[in-house]
Each structure stands twice: as C-alpha cells, then as structure tokens.
C-alpha cells in the first residue's frame, strides 16, 4: 500500500542553523500539507500546498518557513534559523482530489527535530 | 474557531476491556471528524472518518465511534482490547471553514494491560 515517506527520522541541530525536512508524498496525491507537535500540545496545521504554490498557511508559518517541491516528488520544509521553539515533530501529509475538507489526509511517520 | 478536546492524555485498560476514547469538538457548521492512531515509529493512519452519512461510523480493527451533534462529541469505543491497540489516538476536524487544515486534539496514549 503506498505511504507518505519522511526524512530523517530524527534531527538534532544547534540554534541558528538551517534545517530541510524531507516528505514524499503518495505518487499520484495533489494536495500536501505540514503539521508539527510540539511536545505534550496539539498537532498543529502550518501549511499546505497545491499547484506548486502555498494554498493555506497558519499563523507559525512565518518568513522563517519555506515549503518546495523541487522534483516532482519530494515535498520539504525548510526553518532558515531554528529556534529552541521550532523543536517538535513535524508531520507531512497528502491526499489527492479536490482538497475539500471532507477529504482523509495520509500522513508520514513524522520527523522529531530537536534545536539545542 | 473551530477546535477539538481530548479528554485524557493517558487511558490504560485491560485486555478484553472496553475502550472509550473521548473526544469533544466546536464548529459552527457541519464538522466532519476523524480518528487516526499512530503507532511507533509509523505515521498516522486513518481508523475512521465521520462525513455527515450515518451517525455511527465503523472503522478499522474493530474501532467505532457515534456522532452525537447534541453533545458535539465523536467518542471512540473498542468492545474487547487487544494488546496490539497499545498506540497514541488522535480526533481531528474539519468543515468548509477550515478549508484543507485539519484541526487535531492533544491525542490520547492508550496502554493495554495484560
């Protein structure tokens, strides 16, 4: 059964630093998205993205986020300069129809990036 | 806004025991709800999805849970655990207001005991 693929796992970077979190979506979805949980909080909704353009995007997504597909499967989140806040997992996630509300999102596994 | 309550960040409960797994949303229109579980190191994986048809949604693994509009819950109920539902649970919402975004709940471990 296909599934959405993250990459790394796990990522630990000093405070400052620039990060890429790397997701690939199911092969024929349309419509991606990034999610983030901070630790004990809700999984939080930053972005989501159609048509090689950000379509939504919440109040965290700041000009410290960048979202791109570069390739034509690979979907990333990119934090220019952690901070100690921007430590969480971080979840992708696709569907590929309409992008109506009613639509099931399939999610990846998640990255947990911890900024020290 | 639109927003989602779970009650109880940690449920255990035995094995063959009933599982009730709580969740309260707010939306001013219509909602559709979803429950997702992820398990370790796996990604959140749909176990069923309420979209206005039938108040009593089915899902995967025996899991179910009722929309009750008058109480604004979608609780998850299991009738007989099983060690393999050890997991974390997560209720999101959405409706035309949203747009795409889903909105999750905190999610609830739950443990199964031998």
């Known amino acids: 059964e296909p599934e959405v693929t993250q990459t790394p796992s796990h990522q630990v970077t000093q405070m400052g630093q620039e990060v890429i979190l790397r997701c690939v979506p199911i092969?024929?979805?349309?419509?991606f998205y990034w999610y983030r949980q901070i630790l004990g909080q809700k999984v939080e909704f930053l972005v989501s993205?159609?048509?090689?353009?950000?379509?939504?995007k919440s109040e965290i997504f700041d000009d410290q986020f960048s979202v791109e597909r570069p390739d034509g499967s690979n979907f990333t989140l990119k934090i220019r300069s952690t901070k100690l806040e921007d430590s969480a997992m971080y979840f992708c996630?696709?569907?590929?129809?309409?992008?109506?509300?009613?639509?099931?999102?399939?999610f990846g596994p998640g990255t947990r990036l911890l900024v020290l | 806004a639109q927003s989602v309550t779970q009650l109880g960040s940690h449920v255990s409960v035995s094995e063959g025991a009933l599982v009730l797994l709580r969740c309260n949303y707010s939306?001013?229109?219509?909602?559709?709800l979803f429950w997702y579980v992820q398990y370790p190191n796996q990604g959140l994986q749909l176990l069923l999805k309420?979209?206005?048809?039938?108040?009593l949604v089915k899902g995967i693994n025996g899991f179910e849970a009722e929309f009750k509009k008058s109480e604004t819950s979608f609780h998850l109920t299991k009738p007989s655990a099983h060690m393999s539902d050890a997991a974390e649970y997560f209720c999101?919402?959405?409706?035309?207001?949203?747009?795409?975004?889903?909105?999750f709940g905190t999610g609830t471990s739950l443990t199964v005991i031998p």
């Open positions: 996630a696709s569907h590929r129809t309409s992008g109506t509300y009613q639509e099931t999102q399939y």
């Open positions: 092969s024929n979805h349309l419509y």
């Open positions: 993205f159609y048509n090689n353009e950000i379509s939504e």
């Open positions: 939306s001013s229109v219509p909602p559709y």
């Open positions: 309420y979209t206005s048809a039938a108040t």
């Open positions: 999101a919402v959405s409706d035309r207001k949203t747009g795409n975004q889903f909105y």
